[in-house]
């Protein structure tokens, strides 16, 4: 009598399945969801989760962009191509339109990463959105570590640590009063190499500027930033050519590349297997500001 194989599911397959699993959650749970989509590689994945999801038919929520005006050519064309290809409503929240009608400030450093977060709780009020799917992974940065898949925002949109609810045995909660809104974070327990490896897996195109390539760059603090119009050479400093790429897509003025020869999506796995600094550590100035940058941005309301 033979005897049946075991059914076996593999780590990417059933990363996968909690994923689609979380954003139907939200789709039965929630009137207007909506998901931050920026070109980068996590919120790439979370759009290709996101067609798996809900096919053969469209997907059911817009996008939105909170657009620094500091940005990388590669990514927005990118973003704009993808957006068009699925048939996706973009919304596109505008730091600069902030500034011009004195939402926010323009920072003495020229920066705007800090000053995103008024632009995305304006946002969210204006469009009403109550669901924010987001690709922030917990092993990116300890106070990302501290999130639940869904993370409840008050009605100013502040994070709370203390004040978040048990997932029980994948048991999502996504009661809100109105004006208060839940971040879904679908990605939460991927790591890096977990999205690499799914980039290979679904045969996922990104932005060039993920795989090695010369670029013209300068050394702050040990990192090195694309010199471009939002970064400028200081006196007594020196660009040159590297062999670069870059690990994570944010504000240009505020975003480093780490030195590569991966240029192909293997060599990348390769590279992020060896590693043992994070992403956001190894190329975010933002981060660098003090030990709870990311707690203190979150719990005014950011990502």
Do not use: C
């Not at 106070?143 to 999502?172: H, I, T, V």
């Not at 977990?194 to 603090?221: F, Q």
């Not at 010199?227 to 897509?249: A, K, Q």
Request: glycine letters at 6%; hydrophobic letters at 40%; a negative charge.
């Amino acid at each position: 009598m033979s005897q049946t194989k075991p059914y076996r599911v593999s780590h990417l397959d059933a990363l996968e399945a909690e994923s689609i699993f979380v954003m139907r959650e939200v789709m039965a749970e929630f009137e207007r969801p909506v998901l931050l989509f920026s070109g980068g590689k996590d919120s790439i994945v979370m759009l290709r989760l996101a067609e798996k999801a809900f096919a053969p038919a469209r997907i059911p929520f817009p996008v939105m962009h909170i657009d620094t005006g500091h940005n990388f050519a590669e990514v927005l064309e990118y973003r704009d191509r993808r957006v068009a290809s699925l048939g996706l409503n973009l919304v596109v929240a505008s730091v600069q339109e902030a500034i011009d009608t004195g939402l926010v400030r323009e920072l003495p450093d020229g920066t705007r990463n800090r000053i995103q977060t008024p632009v995305l709780l304006a946002a969210v009020e204006k469009y009403r959105f109550d669901a924010l799917f987001g690709g922030a992974r917990r092993d990116e940065e300890k106070a990302r570590a501290k999130e639940r898949m869904f993370s409840f925002r008050d009605e100013f949109g502040q994070w709370d640590p203390k004040n978040q609810r048990p997932e029980l045995w994948a048991l999502y909660n996504g009661r809100h009063h109105p004006g208060e809104s839940i971040r879904v974070f679908p990605l939460s327990n991927w790591t890096e190499l977990d999205v690499w490896h799914y980039i290979a897996k679904e045969n996922i195109p990104l932005p060039s500027i993920y795989y090695a390539h010369d670029r013209e760059v300068v050394e702050r603090n040990g990192m090195f930033y694309a010199v471009n119009e939002f970064i400028r050479l200081r006196d007594g400093e020196t660009s040159e050519v590297r062999r670069v790429r870059y690990r994570t897509v944010g504000d240009a003025s505020q975003t480093a590349a780490v030195l590569s020869e991966a240029d192909t999506v293997e060599k990348v796995i390769d590279e992020v297997a060896a590693t043992r600094i994070t992403e956001r550590g190894a190329t975010r100035g933002d981060d660098k500001v003090s030990e709870a940058a990311m707690e203190d941005r979150k719990r005014e309301g950011y990502f």
